[in-house]
């Protein structure tokens, strides 16, 4: 449904991204990850064992020293490219926004009317500029006069144009976008550094990224396991040394790095980072990554119907001839009343009657003119050349018309209209002079594919809540046919607010979106606010995410986005924690077998040596990390399924997989080396 | 035959476990039921004599009474045993006993560890045995069952995690004293001596004159195994005839022990009102025992190869250490109950298992969950489930939560506290008594047995179980200062920080359960709880275990 932004990537992507994994290895950047920071001290520890053996007393290999201290250097090289390069896409987004951001000069309207022109970082809050067709928009601001079409497409990446004017909700405008006509006067309303798209830029660029609150409790776990290991490894020593089987130090930092979870401390924050990616890549803004979280824990969605859930505008579904009227002949003069209605329903009213075999040449009328609706006298309708005068309209405003001509109200003309009001349509009756032919049953029509996909919503648990102004029984209608859980009827803003209140009072967490500043509580409310690029200044303000494409649809896909992130997470956690299996089972018989030659049973992999068992370990651990780069980039598949099939699918894939990789990949690695003769 | 008696011992469990874990829901629920015209006459004397003021609690205010009773208690119990000489109830004459021994048998009867530096028969007075002994096993396994009993109500978000007083006073009345009746009654029956008379002096067939060690045996046996504290009447605890006198015995006790561990499971789930998540977590903790017991039975039925090739007949399996009238089956039964239930009595000797024998009640003992201990074994695989909750549950994509609470920062750091404390308390002093000259010079089987001996010690004081592997020349500054603080720390570290984590899950909005939740009721789950038990319970332990019970069954075969 939409379209997903494509950032040219520099050709110097990766290029970048291996300078910065190098910047990273300063200990200052390395000690905010825990885990690796201990990687790191165990490559300082192996590299001073490689320049200096006998450092701590007892000589020890040199050169296995050095291949130690290579792989563990490599390890966090690994660790921090990921980091890079997660970031490093925001960052060829930001630069692609910036081009954007430049300096313009803008004609700014001083107190007493006079027009001076001054560059765009010269204007503060409230200042009034004039801005022509052709102009680029200074900053953000609202129109206060005028109406112009914008082309947006610098940020939305859409080339349509977009009608905004003066009041209402689409009266907001961005710095960098173009009018493309007309002119209008607009009021500043960010200063220089605030507006939008520093923002955006700011955001995409990382630069503002905070762990989120489940990233938080996941790092106190990998932080607890790493310290577990530490207590492991430093406590083995000397009881190892009571039975004279002194462990060297290389290969004590080998199975602490292999037993700590480094698989998942190096690639954390870059499947964080690429889970706001994905979500901008949606062309959708997220402020906080914690908004991104949120949305994968959302209970309840609250959707306006007009615009989300439907397309907002009457369609003619069915023609149900009343009296001894044919069919054919309300077809007939439906669709000739409507030949010059140009609006959505006119047209679909003759579209219908195409639909129901009507032929085309029913519909060339010479000589006809069109009579506008006007308010007065609530229909319109077309006079043909030959004089008979059709007219479609309000079933009241039909009936005084034909009792004025003198014509006949057939009997089931009011049961036939109730019918229609009751199943929530709209009742349109088609009279030809004086003779009333029939209704137009006109009503409100769901976008298609929207029932599959609250279906799909409801499989993963996710309530849908339906608000609408109509009255009770035409939003029953809709509800029913589109398939959402539950709707609020002549809902007015505040009943939004106040069912959201009650869902998280509920312990639910609520998204919703909106354009209109009357939505802007409500959106600061939801756990999840999507704000329609579209809309008010305040709306976009009190949401925790954009959409730029104005898609209320979206935020589905934002659900999907954060269920994706939260699994990625714990896909990777689990896989690196089963991982220690294998590991265990390459290490502790090598560790050992120079002193209990016996521990060979334990050598289950069957691996050539002590020494490449350890390598072969060591080394799995290292490219494992590269290796998952991709998925955790992109995120493991998702698709809508219950929770116990979701978590019966990855836990197969990703803890029995976790536990089986090793094994293959320590022996293949171990099978390599000794073909090489390296070992 | 081996294989029916285990599985009728098994069975008949299964079959007390299940009303049991429904009566301690009702006995303990914070609403009235009717067991309270039962035992509120009772209880309200109680109260009104000890000025218990029933009203709920704080997870803090609880903790804090927990830690301040148990203080008192502790003072109680080493000032007897300072001054057992001098006091009444004294038949034989037994000396007070020294400092640090007191200081290590007060913290031990204390924690519900009942790790023994002393010889019951010789080392205290009948006053002791009941003041200081049989009290502190009624106390002890009332503060578990109270603790479990509030961070249940935390995790199943009641109205609130209870009052510790009022627990501890019905884990008196409700459970521990009227089923310790029950059973002595039993013991009795079979023959286990009940007296207040002195050791009695005997003379044998040759002529020698044999002093026989007597006392209010089954009293103490009854309390010793319900509360799963563990420490014997006698030095040689259940291998006693006086203890464990007849087959019968032998399973009325196993059965004793396991009885409250297994029945908590199913008030658990009697309380989320979900028998099946009950069923669950009780079916993560008979696997794991299921497993251990195999381990244990095959390898002692297989006797030890070095005793064999030493031409002793090893045809019945390694009966080095243990009672005949037991045999492999009763004693490896036994063996592995003991240790999954922590209680840490015995009826055959740890030390002269076979190695892999030896690494059954060590493994059960690091995990500290198959069953457990009475109620801290439940606290334990239920913080289990919630660290496999964080770990599993982001995998259907959302944030992780457990009974409908989501897991958050503050639970991850109070849980990471305890799966912390548990192999730092282990491995550490092993590290240092292994290094050290005190702790060396207490080993009776240098090599890997020694590492065993010291490793057994250690995690016997830090799950609370109590059984030695013996052996070990324990009896000293060293190994009483250093057990007595392993035991202390490995009871209250975790209790206080899964009291917090109860606290901290009461104070959330429960979150509605839908498609999208992960449900902790099913086989999934099983398998994801068993998991997380081993990869981060027991893989902690693998090196350690390599070098001790690994390594001398690799060399032996």
Known sequence: MSRTRTVAFPKDLYQRAFVEALKKLDPRVMIKNPVMFVVEVGFVVTLLLTILPDLFGGASDRGYNGIVSLILFVTILFANFAEALA?????????????????????????????????????????????????????????????????????????????????????????????????????????????????????????????????????????????????????????????????????????????????????????????????????????????VEASGDINTIILDKTGTITHGNRMAAEFVPVGNSKADALNRAAAQSSILDETPEGRSIVELAKKQGLAASELELPGAEGVEFRAETRMSGTNLANGTQIRKGAVDAIKTYVKELGGRIPADLDEKANRIA?????????????????????????????????????????????????????????????????????????????????????????AMTGDGTNDAPALAQADVG??????????????????????????????????????????????????????????????????????????????????????????????????????????????PMSATKLLSRNL?????????????????????????NLV | MDFIQISVVLVVLLLLAIPT??????????????????????????????????????????????????????????????????????????????????????????TNTNLQHYSGESGLSYLSQMMVIIYLMFTTPATGIAVVMAFMRGLTGQRSIGNYYVDLVRAH?????????????????????????????????????????????????SIKHLGTNGGGFFGVNSAHPFENPTPLTNVLEILSMFLIPASLPFAFGF????????????????????????IAYGSEINGNPALERAGLSQAVGSMEGKEVRFGIAQSALFTAVTTAATTGTVNNMHDTLTPLGGLVPLGEMMLNCVFGGDGVGTVNILMYAILAVFIAGLMVGRTPEFLGRKIEGKEMKLIAI????????????????????????????????????????????????????????????????????????????????????????????????????????????????????????????????????VAEWLTIR
């Open chain 1, 87 to 291: 970031e490093g896409r925001g960052k060829a987004q930001a630069e692609s926004l910036k081009k954007t951001k430049q300096d313009t000069k803008a004609r700014k309207l001083a107190k007493d009317g006079s027009i001076q022109m001054v560059s765009s970082t010269e204007l503060r809050k409230g200042d009034l500029v004039i801005v022509e067709a052709g102009e680029l928009i200074p900053s953000d601001g609202e129109i206060v006069e005028g109406v112009a079409s914008v082309d947006e497409s610098a940020i939305t990446g859409e080339s349509a144009p977009v009608i905004k004017e003066a009041g209402g909700d689409f009266s907001s405008v961005t710095g960098g976008t173009r009018v493309v006509s007309d002119r209008i006067r607009v009021r500043v309303t960010t200063d220089p550094g605030e507006s939008f798209l520093d923002r955006m830029i700011s955001l995409v660029e990382g630069a503002k990224r905070q762990k989120t609150p489940n990233e938080i409790a996941l790092n106190t776990l990998l932080v607890s396991l790493t310290l577990i290991f530490l207590i492991v490894c430093t406590t083995l020593q000397p009881i190892a040394s009571y039975v004279n089987a002194a462990i060297p130090i290389a290969t004590l930092v080998a199975l602490l790095v292999c037993l700590i979870p480094t698989t998942i401390g190096g690639l954390l924050s870059a499947i964080g980072i690429a889970g706001m990616d994905r979500v901008t890549q949606f062309n959708v803004i997220a402020m906080s990554g914690k908004a």
């Open chain 1, 422 to 510: 009751t199943a929530g349509g709209t009742p349109l009756a088609v009279v030809e002079g004086n003779v009333i032919l029939g209704l137009i049953y006109l009503k409100d029509t769901v976008k298609p594919g929207m029932r599959e996909r609250f279906e799909e919503l409801r499989r993963m648990g996710i309530r849908t809540v339906m608000c609408t102004g109509d009255n009770p029984l035409t939003a029953a209608t809709i509800a029913r046919e589109a398939g959402v859980d539950d709707f609020v009827a002549e809902a007015k803003p505040e009943d939004k607010i106040a069912l959201i209140r009650k869902e998280q009072a509920a312990g639910k967490l609520v």
């Open chain 1, 530 to 639: 999507l704000a329609m690029n579209s809309g008010t200044v305040a709306a976009k303000e009190a949401a925790n995410m954009v959409d730029l494409d104005s898609d209320p649809t979206k935020i589905i896909e934002v659900v999907a986005i954060g269920k994706q992130l939260l699994m990625t997470r714990g896909a990777l956690t689990t896989f690196s924690i089963a991982n220690d299996v294998a590991k265990y089972f390459a290490i502790i018989p090598a560790m050992f077998m120079l002193a209990i030659p016996q521990m060979n049973a334990l050598n289950i992999m069957g691996l050539a040596t002590p020494q490449s068992a350890i390598l072969s370990a060591l080394i799995f651990n290292a490219i494992i990390i590269p290796i998952l780069i991709p998925l955790a980039m992109k995120g493991v598949k998702y698709s």
């Open chain 1, 652 to 676: 197969v894939i990703y803890g029995l997989g976790g536990i089986l990789v090793p094994f293959v990949g320590i022996k293949l690695i171990d099978l390599v080396l000794v073909g090489l």
């Open chain 2, 21 to 110: 874990g429904r009566y301690l829901a009702r006995a303990f629920s914070l609403e009235n039921t009717r067991l309270d015209r039962a035992f509120g006459g009772v209880e309200k004397v109680i109260y009104k004599w000890s000025g218990i003021r029933i009203a709920d609690m704080t997870w803090k205010q609880y903790a804090t009474a927990v830690l301040v009773s148990n203080i008192t208690m502790v003072a109680i119990a080493y000032l007897l045993l300072r001054l057992q000489g001098m006091l009444p109830g004294n038949p034989s004459g037994v000396a007070a006993m020294d400092p640090l021994l007191s200081f290590n048998t007060a913290v031990s009867f204390l």
């Open chain 2, 173 to 221: 009345t409700r459970v521990l004293l009227p089923l310790a009746v029950v059973v002595t009654l039993l013991l009795v029956a079979q023959g286990v001596p009940q007296t207040m008379e002195p050791t009695a002096t005997a003379t044998t067939l040759s002529g020698a004159e044999q002093q026989i060690a007597r006392g209010p045996v089954a009293s103490l046996v």
């Open chain 2, 271 to 294: 309380m989320t009102k979900s028998r099946k998540q009950g069923w669950i977590i009780f079916g993560a903790m008979s696997l794991m025992f299921l497993v251990f017991l195999g």
């Open chain 2, 418 to 549: 305890a799966i912390l404390a548990h192999p730092l308390i282990i491995l550490a002093p092993t590290a240092i008594a292994l290094a050290s000259e005190m702790g060396t010079a207490g080993i009776s089987n240098p090599g890997f047995h020694g590492i065993s001996q010291v490793l057994y010690e250690f995690t016997s004081s830090a799950a609370n179980n109590g059984s030695g592997f013996e052996g070990l020349g324990d009896n000293t500054p060293f190994w009483n200062i250093s057990t007595g603080l392993v035991m202390l720390f490995g009871r209250y570290v975790s209790i206080i920080a899964m009291l917090a984590v109860a606290g901290s899950l009461l104070a959330k909005t429960p979150v509605p359960e839908t498609m999208g939740t992960l449900r902790t009721d099913n086989g999934v789950f099983l398998v994801i709880l068993i998991a997380t038990v081993v990869i981060v319970g027991a893989l902690t332990f693998l090196p350690v275990l390599a070098l001790g019970p």
